[in-house]
Structures are given as C-alpha cells and as structure tokens.
C-alpha cells in the first residue's frame, strides 16, 4: 500500500509538471499519436473523444497527460492523504494541509473521496485554460464549502487564511495576524452591498469581473495551483 501510495504521488507531480509544460508550449507531442492503454487500471477515463470535448485540453494532450499518471499511479485515482503530500512539497516554509484539504474537495466532485482522472483534469483545464468567467465560476466553488450556493465571511476567511498559512512566514513576513480577516472585510465591502452577510456566484463573477483589484486578487489562486 506504502508503494502505491508512492507511486500515486509521483505520478501526480509528474502530472503537474506536465500541465505546467502544456501551458508553456514546451511539451512535445512527437510520440503520442496511438491510442491510451488503460487494461492494466483500476479505474479507466471516459473515452478521449468526450473528454476532448469537455475540457480545454486536445487529443494527443490528454493522451501525454494520462499515459504518465496512469503509468506512476495504477489506480487511476487519488485520495485526499497523497494530494496534501505532494502540496506541501511545493510549500515546505508553510502549512499547506488546510488549503490542500479544501481545494482537493473542490476537484472531487462527486463527493466520495478520491479524485479520479477526469475530475483532476477538468479542473484544471477550467483554471489554466477557460475563460475569466469559469475561472471565478471554479473559484466560487472553492470558497462555497458548505455548498450552500452562497459565501459567507466565514468560509472565505478560512480560505484566505488557509493560503496565508500554506504560503509561510518566510515568504510573507507581512501577512499575520489580522490580515485574513481584514482581506475578507474589504472583499465584503464590495460585494456584499446590501448587507445579507453572504455573496451569490452572480454577484461574486459580476463584481470581480468590474473590479481591476478583485481580480489581481483573484489571480493568486492560478499562484498556488
């Protein structure tokens, strides 16, 4: 279980690395021109030809991107213990488990745990490649916790200070103390105009969208992706 669970981890990381090549141009594609094989997994992606269709990602993308997860992590899924792994190994000045915890519920959709192929790179292609309003979209979701359809100040302050904490004193020796909240009440006082201690997506994509300084905040999450 140990080995697997090893495996997984690399295999996730070798998948970012990858994501992080598509974004840059740099990711050859000279040798995926056959099909994926996927007899030797637990758990097989939806055809390509859907996925293509559902996601920003082409063909012979998603061939690279599945061959090298599928390779390193048999299963063909990944579970909440080895994704806040491999984020604390991007973040090792800080605690990174809280943030891990709340972004790894917002790509398992299905609420069971594990996050399969599908999910992992769906939504993914929605934050490195969809457009600005599934980006606030996505990222709604990810301060919904409770998956109310609403924000509260509450649930974004602990998303706020989750990243706080993941990002580490010695990377931001500024922001301590206060700061989340102040961050949450300033954010609250654009949105929030009539005073219904909550935000609807709506409201959350409308004003962020007006506000030059909502979505330079906005793009701290593309940061810690």
Known sequence: MAGCTSRCRQGVLK?????????????????????LEMTMVCHRP?????????TNFTKQELQVLYRGFKNECPSGV??????????????PHGDASTYAHYLFNAFDTRNNGSIK???????????????VREKL????????INRDG????????????????????YTYPALKGDVPKQHVDAFFEKMDKKRCGFVTVGVFVFVCREDENMMRSMQLFENVM
């Open 15 to 35: 998948l970012i690395q990858s994501l992080q090549r598509l974004v840059s141009g740099t990711l050859s594609k000279d040798k995926v021109d056959d099909e």
């Open 46 to 54: 939806e055809g390509l030809e859907q996925l293509e269709a559902q």
């Open 78 to 91: 990944v579970n909440e213990e080895t994704f806040k792994h491999i984020y604390a190994q991007f973040f």
């Open 117 to 131: 192929f599908e999910d992992f790179v769906m939504g993914l292609s929605t934050l490195l490649r969809g457009t």
């Open 137 to 144: 979209e996505w990222t709604f979701h990810l301060y919904d």
């Open 150 to 169: 609403f924000i509260n100040k509450e649930e974004m302050t602990e998303i706020v200070r989750a990243i706080y904490d993941m990002m580490g004193k």
